[in-house]
């Protein structure tokens, strides 16, 4: 059985992170997306509402597993789950040098274990978790957020300005 690990803090879940995910679900029998649980990183939503998010958005896919890990290089929570794939995103060229370099040590510390790179279409290119935070405030943000984020997330991002609104009056 083929099976895959895609990993991201998916703070939040985004149509290009999707699409990554149902690319992956065609090419491998299993794929567990797994959110990093990094006490390190500032996030602006909790472990559970990231995992719910995902759940939601994903329900469609059979071959779909999510998860979290915690404390543990990838490619070691890869080894675990014994998947012989970690997939990656690459929007650009700085992720394109980023995730190589990272695609090197992951081959470091496990040889048997691949890295695979797949690049979104045009649509989904320049998107990512932070660019969706820094929209939301604007006039009219929730219909150009909408476009981007599954609903399940736009309407808690919604409710997180509402409630931040209140709390500044």
């Known amino acids: 059985m083929t099976k895959a690990v895609y990993a991201g803090s998916f703070d939040p879940v985004t149509n290009g992170h999707l699409w990554i995910i149902k690319e992956a679900s ?8 797994a959110i990093g649980d990094n006490s390190e990183k500032k996030c602006s939503f909790s472990l559970d509402d990231r995992l719910s998010f995902l ?10 597993t999510i998860t979290s890990f ?12 014994t998947a012989k794939y970690i997939i990656r995103g690459i929007r650009n060229s700085a ?3 980023y995730e190589k370099s990272m695609r090197y040590i992951n081959n470091d510390l496990n040889s048997n274990i691949s890295t695979i790179f797949l690049i979104p279409p ?7 978790s932070s660019m969706i935070k820094g929209l939301v405030g604007a006039d009219g943000w929730e219909a150009i957020v909408n476009k ?18 209140l709390n500044h009056q």
């Open 148 to 165: 981007y984020v599954p609903y399940t997330v736009l309407t808690k991002l919604i409710k997180q300005y509402n409630a931040r609104r």
């Open 55 to 64: 759940k939601d958005a994903t329900s469609s896919i059979p071959n779909i």
């Open 95 to 97: 992720d394109y040098e």
């Open 122 to 128: 045009r649509d989904y290119a320049e998107l990512s």
């Open 70 to 81: 915690k404390n543990e290089f990838l490619v070691h929570y890869a080894t675990k789950q």
């Open 26 to 33: 065609l090419l491998f029998e299993e794929v567990i997306v």
